[in-house]
């Protein structure tokens, strides 16, 4: 009975000829009273909303019931009674905020500035990290720590919390400077990098579930442990957000003296759901076209002006559908995007299918893009220049946009591993947002999957079986007897100390004691070849090396196959070494690839390209060139030869071989090139940190404008990045 009363208010709500708000509005009244469905009730008072213009008159009783309901910030300012003004005047959050608490945020920030320490469970749409704002607004503390798991939600939250930066030092990189107060907004790895940190008074962990493993390799999950291990032991007081927890493991409320809240059943935006049944059983070849037919119904339906993100399980797949989407021939070119078409196809290569794209307002996003390109297209779709957006879930697993409608083409998350219930409600809880789209719709190709919702553990607390022996080397003090006995065989060895497995975890301690094993073995005969320190080592010596990652570290695997030989990364390295520009890279990368196999694409040549630099060349590489570089001196020191030292060298791979800065630039969102640009403009030296390079740029703006090889398209990208630096 109810579910037929529930399913005629949407059905009146939802056609356009319907007048008798009046009668409808009374009946939901009358059914709140009863107070047996008050979630339900809430989910028709959100679509309610979406016709808040036509309602006439009666849209006072809808204000009244948004009231009880707790939906403060949607009560209309202007018609507000003696009572809502006094309410919302309660409920409001600090006055630079400017933003009113609905019930259950105003709970959660109270808790918080009385001291508490609280995890929270709640979807996308609760408004979770307006409650940081709000803590942050109060000016109550001098140190806070802010963890994310992308750089892309750093800069996110960077430009969110950048109005406070009169009274906070908004600090992303782990070697900035500190001042008298200071909000740090860092990865797991970065926190744990950092020497600043050293006095803090409230710290917030987003994604907190990023704390339960994955898998068994799962190094995020290790150094995120690491990180929350190590501010719990400088500040007690936090707040852990994420979406649909059941909740956390036997103890940890109790040994974190927390409150787990769990509110997944509190919405601010209602949402739709639309199922399509894909019958194939076969692989994705046979299942896209099924998928496609679907889909390209769907955009015909809601239109291609609609705020729309698409869900892929991978870049490849992303940027072929993007193609896909683009031969409909129904989207009309966007005249506004052309500068950054433009741009992408004279810096990256001219037959780029996203360049084109662009200038239909389709683009994708993933993890490979670089950041300033990938932050810049959330940018313009928040903005609704791109309409259509083909995303992995490294967008949808933290980053907010103003999506409506949210289609989930895959419904594995990677290869044929099926998306479990968490990871689609994360997924689709993206959809709608407020005070934009009240009513988001999520169209799903395939199945709903029906897993329960887990349970979070944090091992690092725990130290249950989760718990990685690498994770539990780096506590190896604080382990009880069967932790001390899961990490004996570290522990007891005498290859390597403790001290350097520590210092370079995130590379697997078996790798490491497995190649000082061999290393201990051929170390005379490897002798010459290492006993170097140039950053520019030579050919035999970059051999060797390249060498050595591919036999010892697997870098083969990493970066999706992005190098497959030992010659293959050294000629890579090489021109890294000699600055070979990304356009010559992935015009030299097409040519040979399509020599033997001519339906290779120029987009599969800059997949390529993008993943050696991001993964390997800013990352992996020299992380495992400096756990090298100590193995080699240890063990030629132990049988007195004269070891080399390698750090030069992997610093400045780490940084393309060209200045810090232009690293640190591309997180601001100035790309990589056009930083190259301006550094003529602003007398750069060697030793100049984050804070010194920025107030150079804002010193030499005018030259920099003035400089006739930065376009105006440069140049406007920069005075962007200018307002957040």
């Known amino acids: 009975m109810i579910n037929e009363i529930l399913s005629n208010f949407k059905m009146n709500i939802t056609d356009p000829e319907f007048k008798n708000w009046e009668a409808l509005v009374f009946d939901l009244i009358n059914l709140y009273n009863t107070h047996t469905i008050d979630d339900d009730i809430r989910d028709i008072v959100l679509r309610l909303l979406e016709r808040r213009d036509d309602l006439g008159k009666t849209v006072f009783l809808l204000d009244q019931l948004v009231g009880e309901l707790g939906l403060y910030p949607y009560l209309n300012r202007e018609s507000l009674d003696f009572r809502d003004k006094i309410r919302q005047g309660l409920f409001s959050a600090p006055e630079s905020v400017n933003k009113t608490f609905h019930i259950k945020q105003a709970e959660i920030f109270h808790k918080l500035m009385s001291g508490q320490s609280v995890v929270l469970s709640a979807p996308t749409s609760f408004g979770k990290s307006l409650i940081i704002e709000a803590v942050i607004a109060t000016l109550a503390h001098t140190n806070i720590v802010i963890v994310v798991p992308t750089i892309a939600l750093i800069d996110e939250l960077k430009k969110k919390f950048h109005k406070y930066s009169e009274h906070y030092k908004i600090i992303t990189q782990s070697n900035q400077k500190t001042s008298s107060k200071n909000l740090f907004i860092y990865t797991q790895e970065r926190v744990i990098e950092s020497k600043s940190i050293i006095n803090v008074d409230f710290f917030v962990i987003d994604e907190f579930y990023k704390l ?37 493991s036997d103890g940890i409320e109790h040994n974190l003296d927390c409150n787990f809240i769990k509110y997944d059943y509190f919405k601010t935006v209602s949402t739709n759901e639309f199922y399509f049944e894909i019958g194939s059983k076969g692989a994705d070849l046979e299942k896209d076209l099924e998928r496609d037919k679907h889909l390209f119904f769907i955009l015909s339906d809601i239109g291609t002006t609609q705020q729309t993100v698409i869900f892929c399980k991978s870049p490849n797949r992303a940027s072929k559908l993007v193609s896909k989407i683009i031969s409909l021939g129904t989207i009309q070119k966007k005249e506004d995007n052309t500068n950054l078409s433009n741009w992408l196809r004279d810096t990256y290569h001219k037959d780029w299918n996203l360049a084109s794209a662009i200038e239909y307002g389709v683009a994708c996003h993933h993890a490979k893009l670089p950041r300033s390109l990938g932050s810049l297209i959330v940018e313009m779709f928040n903005d609704s220049k791109i309409n259509i957006l083909v995303c992995t879930s490294t967008l949808i697993e933290g980053v907010n946009t103003n999506a409506r409608n949210i289609i989930i083409y895959d419904d594995c998350l990677t290869r044929n591993s099926k998306l479990d219930s968490f990871t689609f409600n994360n997924i689709s809880g993206r959809s709608g947002r407020m005070f934009e789209h009240y009513v988001g719709n999520v169209y799903i190709l395939g199945e709903k999957p029906q897993q329960d919702l887990p349970l979070i553990d944090i091992p690092i607390i725990t130290q249950s079986e989760k718990a990685s022996e690498s994770m539990l080397l780096q506590i190896s003090d604080e382990l009880d007897d069967v932790g001390k006995k899961k990490i004996s065989r570290y522990t007891d060895q005498k290859i390597l100390p403790i001290s350097l497995l520590n210092k370079h975890q995130g590379i697997p301690p078996d790798r490491l004691l497995a190649f000082a094993e061999v290393f201990t073995d051929k170390c005379g005969k490897w002798h010459r070849l290492m006993n170097w320190s140039s950053a520019y080592p030579k050919k035999i010596q970059l051999n060797h090396l390249s060498l050595l990652m591919k036999d010892y570290f697997n870098v083969m695997s990493m970066g999706s196959g992005c190098v497959y030989s030992a010659k293959h990364l050294n000629n890579r390295l090489r021109d890294i070494m000699n600055q070979k520009s990304d356009k010559d ?141």
């Open 212 to 248: 339960a493993p994955s898998n068994h390799n799962d190094y995020r999950c290790d150094r995120l442990n690491l990180a929350f291990h190590k501010l719990l032991k400088l500040c007690k007081k936090f707040y852990m957000l994420g979406p649909n927890i059941e909740g956390l």
């Open 585 to 725: 890279m992935i015009q030299s990368e097409y040519d040979f690839r399509v020599s033997d196999n001519a339906n290779y694409t120029v987009d599969e040549a800059i997949q390529v390209i993008f993943d050696f630099k991001r993964n390997l060349v800013s990352y992996n590489l020299p992380k495992i060139i400096f756990a090298i570089n100590d193995i080699q001196k240890l063990i030629f020191e132990r049988f007195s030869y004269s070891p080399g030292d390698f750090t030069s060298f992997a610093v400045q791979l780490e940084s393309f071989f060209e200045p810090p800065a232009l690293t640190f630039l591309e997180e601001f969102g100035i790309p990589f090139q056009v930083s190259k640009k301006i550094l003529k403009n602003i007398n750069l030296n060697e030793q100049d940190d984050v804070d010194e390079v920025i107030r150079k740029i804002k010193a030499n703006i005018i030259s920099i404008k003035t400089d006739s090889s930065v376009s105006s398209f440069e140049y406007e990208i920069v005075q962007k990045a200018m307002l957040y630096m």
